[in-house]
């Protein structure tokens, strides 16, 4: 179970700074409006990724149970995080503009309730959101090694993802002024290739999946004896 909530710590951290609309707004509102406004707007974009998760998930557990150790299924996830990244990569690389705009123009909607509705609504009008977490639960299906590893590794992506944003909130003003629309440029460059690297390691899991039992018989030799 450790083990599965250290694999998952790299992806809250990377979800974290998925910089878009919703970052740029978060950021807004703490230094605008204030710590416990920009906490309201934050909890809704979590609510939309909740409600993601459920859907993602009760869609893909039976299927996770019959082809638990179905190479086919890696690829599928690995195709998604691959298409994922791939498809981020292009957008960022076409709207530096955009970075721009968003970066000097975020409207605020006055008011918790308006506040806790436009998270919730930014983050679940984006289909991205539902297909990177159906892609990170087949993710954590190859990662985990515990029964419930696939849960502890969605529970810990999100705990982490908004002790994140927590620290973005308490330090909006400073991190504001210190991302430029360069910076942010290079930035979503580099997730979207993360995230594409890891899309890869699975379709490479899932093309060789004799070579990865191989390694892992390899790594059990000579891992010390617990």
Known sequence: MFDDILAAIPFGIILAFTIGPVFFVLLETSATKGFKSALIFDCG???ADIFFILVAFFSTNKLLDKIKDDPNFLVFGGALLVI????????TSKSFRNIVKEYHKVEIKKGYGKLFLKGFLLNFINIGVLIGWVAFIVLGNSLTKSEDGVIVFLSTILIVYF??????ILIAKRLKNRLTPRIIFKTKKIIALVILGFGCLLLIQGFFPKEKELLK???EKISPIK
């Open 45 to 47: 974009v979590m609510l």
């Open 84 to 91: 994922y990244g791939f498809i981020s990569f292009l957008k």
């Open 163 to 168: 002790l994140v944003d927590l620290i973005k």
């Open 217 to 219: 018989e390899r790594l």
